[in-house]
């Protein structure tokens, strides 16, 4: 009789990867750099969009980060930093709809031209993470994680850039304003998703 569950085993095999590995330093760093890109990119233009985008990369490379440090642990291990990793989704998800709420007051517009500029150089770096992350989007809450903040920042990415079109063609907030909303929806669906799974795991390895 196999000694794996229903997906341990492939997931076990994903996790003892040196491409998966290799795949999550790539990332962290490529996050890391656009954090940095964004978050002093993002003040210039004053996009709110942006800014929700920098902090969510900020929080995806602390994840990969923690991912990469339980990568060799056991599934009870891989399943809490996963559910640590969900709590900092909604987290993110929450600030950044606090941050939209108070910029909705001032109704500044952000200037459109630098803001599609870097949402556009931000899509092609995600692409490129979700692209390497592809393969292993199946598996524990460990794994889903990573791939659940991939997919979301490349789906995040093009919004900023229609956000940037929309602020030039009506000259006001909304459309940044909207997409920040949109950037928080995702965060926090996300989190959930992976919080559940997470708790659902740990619940079968106390068992």
Known sequence: M???CAGECSSAKAVA????RKALWVAL????????DEIVGGL??????????????AGDAANYGLSLAVLSLGLLWRACAALIKGLTMGADGFFVLGKTGWAAMS??????VTMGAIA???LIANVSVAAMLYGYREGDANLRSVWLCSRNDAIVNVAVGLAALGVLRTGTAWPDLLVAVV?????LSAGWSVVRQARGEIAAQAQ
């Open 44 to 57: 210039h233009p004053g996009s709110m969009s942006l800014l929700a985008d920098a902090v969510d990369f």
């Open 120 to 122: 556009l150089l931000a």
């Open 183 to 187: 950037v928080a929806a995702l965060a």
């Open 17 to 20: 990867s040196p491409r998966f």
């Open 29 to 36: 760093a490529i996050n890391a750099l656009m954090f940095l």
């Open 2 to 4: 196999s000694a794996c």
């Open 107 to 112: 109704g500044i517009p952000p200037e459109p």
